[in-house]
């Protein structure tokens, strides 16, 4: 199931790493998260080549990709806030770039702190407001439904933002957990390794690995790109966290048995002190990866009743992790 030639070896390694995995995962660990991601792209532009179809597009859109996982309020949630924030730090530099501190220069006194009477620079309300989020309204959320929208109170906040918290806060606290303990080395590290992308500065080798030409083609533009970028990366933190969830049960399960390797049903022995070391920690399996794999699988393809008929002939879809 591993790709023959891996492509994102070292990228993979980073987030498994920020995901929890401390250990140093196999070429084949990695080969075959590798092969599942690559498989989940395929999947996600397929699927969105079909909507676009039906909604008379011949071209690939934000809102298709948005359309696929629209039933993961957290995901979507998430999504959502990166894309407010990337548009948040286009406008930033734009307004850097044509000058915006010269203006502002223009309009302060700098050795009295005050404003120049009749001057007509922008005032730090306006720059609150340019470099303010932007909500982004999807075609079949009910504020799409009017041409006037509320003004939004400060103070307000959004019932998807409530979950895409709540999880959010979750891997923080166990980010926090694992970080407390690190040097200053190590730390740099772990920052470096949260950086990783399939995507970042790699948009030519991405188009390649998940073969645009072959499975779309309309030429996907910069936002298309940062989606999937996005979504990869949770896909290998999602994996990554549910093999270990595996990986703890198996070990446990060679704790209480004695072990795979153990032909008689003795009871282990009490550890003494003349013991030898214990093995350090072994990192997560291809085996690992791939009950994930299926259990995710599972999660998401819920049995039905059988009806019979051509539908029951029918190849079951590939879940979006």
């Known amino acids: 199931m591993a790709e023959k030639n891996p492509k994102y070896r070292l990228e993979i390694q980073q987030m498994m790493f920020v995901s929890g995995e401390s250990g140093d995962p196999s070429a084949e660990t990695t080969g075959i998260i590798e092969e599942i991601v690559r498989q989940q792209v395929v999947e996600i532009l397929t699927q969105c080549n079909e909507t676009a179809i039906r909604r008379g597009s011949r071209s690939i859109g934000v809102v298709d990709l948005f359309f696929l996982i ?49 001057a007509a620079g922008p005032t730090v309300g306006d720059a609150a407001k340019r470099n303010k989020r932007n909500k982004i309204i999807l075609p079949w959320d009910v504020q799409s439904f009017f041409s006037e929208q509320v003004p939004e109170r400060e103070d307000e906040e959004d019932d998807d933002e409530g979950e895409q918290n709540e999880a959010t806060l979750e891997r923080l606290k166990a980010a926090d957990e694992r970080t407390k303990d690190m040097t200053r080395e190590e730390y740099v590290h772990w ?6 992308s399939f995507t970042f500065r790699k ?24 989606i999937l970028g996005f979504l990869t990366f949770e ?21 209480k048995t004695g072990g795979e390797d153990s032909k008689d049903k ?10 030898p070391p214990k093995e350090g920690h072994a990192p997560v399996g291809p085996t690992h990866v791939q009950e994930a794999y299926r259990r995710l699988q599972k999660k998401a393809n819920k049995p039905k009743v059988w009806m019979g008929g051509q ?10 992790i």
């Not at 979507?76 to 286009?90: G, N, P």
């Not at 003795?266 to 013991?275: G, I, Q, V």
């Open 70 to 118: 629209r039933k993961d309020i957290a995901k979507t949630a998430r999504l959502k806030t990166f894309l407010s924030w990337k548009d948040v730090r286009k406008t930033a530099k734009d307004t850097d770039e044509k000058g915006g501190d010269a203006d502002i220069g223009a309009g302060d006194d700098p050795i009295a702190g005050g404003e120049v009477p009749g």
């Open 311 to 320: 539908k029951a002939l029918q190849r079951t879809k590939v879940q979006l």
């Open 203 to 226: 948009g030519k080798r991405f188009r390649e690995w998940a073969g645009f030409g072959i499975h779309t083609d309309s030429k996907p533009n910069d936002d298309i790109i940062d």
């Open 191 to 196: 920052s470096e390794c949260r950086q990783a």
């Open 266 to 275: 003795k009871r282990k022995r009490e550890t003494s002190l003349f013991d």
């Open 235 to 255: 896909m290998v933190q999602t994996l990554t966290e549910e093999a270990l969830k595996v990986k703890a049960e198996d070990d446990l399960h060679k704790s």
